[in-house]
């Protein structure tokens, strides 16, 4: 009988229940075409500045909406009485329209949209316009680079790792690989 931690250890026990041996038939192996393509998605290094994006963008999201609830709506309440519409209903044919809380969301959505606009889009366009013209300086310039990148074939890898370059994905045109510029 097979342990739990055999079980777990070898997901793909052989037909007889050997521990220790395993069934190629019906296994994920290497030359799986799905499972080929799944690794070279998860090795591109666009995934992980999804992921960071993400964070940044869910963490920016909590600011803005905390600067419009927190900041601004109270000031709409100082001029308006209230700084909360959803209360204000009316009932026709015993059908209740909150349109308070419409009028609350809509003008929590203008809030968030021009915060939005004004601290990112607006700073991102001149900046771009200005390098452009030719006034602002390139990336390059103010950070220089600090990691050199290369591609290189299987069989170079063991050299080149050696000399200090690190793997950060796979293609179908090869292994993408950096190692830091030395001054």
Same mark, same amino acid.
Do not use: C, Q
């Given at each position: 009988?097979?342990?739990?931690?055999?079980?777990?250890?070898?997901?793909?026990?052989h037909?007889?229940?050997?521990?220790?041996?395993r069934?190629t038939k019906?296994?994920?192996?290497?030359?799986?075409?799905?499972?080929?393509?799944?690794?070279?998605f998860?090795?591109?290094?666009?995934?992980?500045?999804?992921?960071v994006?993400?964070?940044?963008a869910?963490?920016f999201g909590?600011?803005?909406?905390?600067?419009?609830a927190?900041?601004?709506? !109270?000031?709409?309440?100082?001029?308006?009485?209230?700084?909360?519409f959803?209360?204000n209903t009316?009932?026709?044919? &015993?059908?209740e329209?909150?349109w308070?809380?419409?009028v609350?969301?809509?003008?929590?959505?203008?809030?968030?949209?021009a915060?939005?606009?004004?601290?990112?889009?607006? !700073?991102?366009?001149?900046?771009?316009?200005?390098?452009r013209? &030719?006034e602002? !300086?390139?990336?390059?310039?103010?950070?220089?680079?600090?990691?050199?990148?290369r591609?290189?074939?299987? &069989?170079?890898?063991?050299?080149? &790792?050696?000399?200090?370059?690190?793997?950060?994905?796979?293609?179908g045109?090869?292994?993408?690989?950096?190692? !830091?510029?030395t001054?």
């Amino acid at each position: 009988m097979m342990s739990l931690v055999t079980a777990v250890l070898l997901p793909y026990p052989h037909a007889n229940g050997l521990p220790g041996e395993r069934s190629t038939k019906g296994s994920a192996r290497e030359g799986d075409p799905m499972v080929k393509e799944f690794r070279d998605f998860l090795m591109r290094g666009n995934i992980v500045d999804l992921a960071v994006a993400v964070v940044i963008a869910t963490a920016f999201g909590a600011v803005v909406t905390s600067l419009a609830a927190d900041l601004i709506m !109270p000031i709409i309440g100082i001029f308006g009485g209230s700084a909360d519409f959803s209360a204000n209903t009316f009932t026709i044919n &015993g059908s209740e329209f909150r349109w308070g809380t419409f009028v609350t969301a809509v003008i929590a959505f203008v809030i968030v949209a021009a915060a939005i606009f004004f601290l990112v889009v607006k !700073p991102m366009n001149k900046l771009l316009a200005r390098v452009r013209r &030719g006034e602002a !300086p390139a990336a390059e310039e103010i950070l220089p680079p600090t990691w050199e990148y290369r591609t290189a074939a299987e &069989g170079e890898l063991n050299p080149l &790792g050696a000399e200090g370059w690190e793997l950060v994905g796979v293609s179908g045109s090869g292994f993408h690989l950096k190692r !830091p510029l030395t001054a």
